[in-house]
């Protein structure tokens, strides 16, 4: 982004149609045209914003990421763990968890330290939050770290790439396990003595009988096997 006469300039790839003669040098109007080399716009943005039909300006490159794409990116990670948030903004956490769901962090050319620093950096003073474009120019930061040798329009597309389309991953949620060895371990037919009585046949656990020794107030003797059968034999 350039400025001429206190206007910002835009770069803006311009490519000729098959057959089409290259501009002149008085054409292009002093700056650089066709052939895959960049002539300058002027643009009415000064940022990134939901307006803004591409990462790059008003002219859409084929593969480019629209600004709609990446805040709804934003908005997804900003809500994440927190029912109370409304998207607009990102704490900490969860601007680091959306560097590592989306490998913006390698562990060499970013990492989770540099993903603190530049969230510190872009941040209102005393603010635990950053907004949308707060989170822009973190990325921007960011871009530079992770492409390195690219310049700083490709590092941002290849950037945005990885976030586009991406939701927070639910990592760390308790499985259950499927190994022979706990599969052994959970068996309840397999238990013995004192644990074996905690269980019926099913599997499934008697409670408070299977702990402890309830008084039988029944009136019959222990183990007898006609208990509550004598009403039916009065009947008879």
Not at 66 to 73: D, F, N, P
Request: hydrophobic share 30%.
């Amino acid at each position: 982004m350039e400025r001429e006469n206190g206007k910002e300039l835009e770069t803006v790839w311009e490519w000729p149609e098959e057959g089409e003669p290259e501009e002149s040098e008085e054409e292009r109007g002093g700056g650089v045209g066709r052939r895959g080399r960049p002539a300058l716009h002027e643009s009415g943005f000064s940022s990134l914003s939901p307006q803004h039909p591409s990462i790059y300006g008003s002219s859409m490159a084929e593969g480019s990421v629209s600004a709609a794409e990446l805040e709804t990116a934003f908005q997804k990670f900003a809500v994440h763990g927190d029912t109370k948030a409304t998207g607009k903004e990102m704490n900490g956490k969860n601007f680091a968890k959306l560097c590592k769901d989306c490998n913006v962090t390698d562990g060499k050319s970013v990492t989770t330290i540099d993903v603190d620093i530049v969230f510190s950096k872009v941040k209102a003073k005393s603010a635990r939050v950053i907004t949308f474009e707060q989170f822009n120019q973190a990325l921007t930061e960011l871009a530079a770290k992770r492409f390195k040798g690219k310049n700083k329009e490709e590092a941002q597309q290849q950037l945005y790439g990885l976030i586009v389309g991406k939701e927070p991953t639910n990592v760390g949620v308790t499985k259950v396990a499927k190994a022979a060895a706990v599969d052994r371990l959970t068996d309840s037919t397999k238990y013995t003595g004192s644990h074996k009585g905690r269980f019926d046949d099913s599997g499934k656990g008697k409670g408070k009988a299977g702990r402890e020794d309830i008084a039988d107030t029944s009136g019959y003797v222990s183990a007898y096997k006609g208990s509550g059968s004598y009403e039916d034999k009065v009947k008879d």
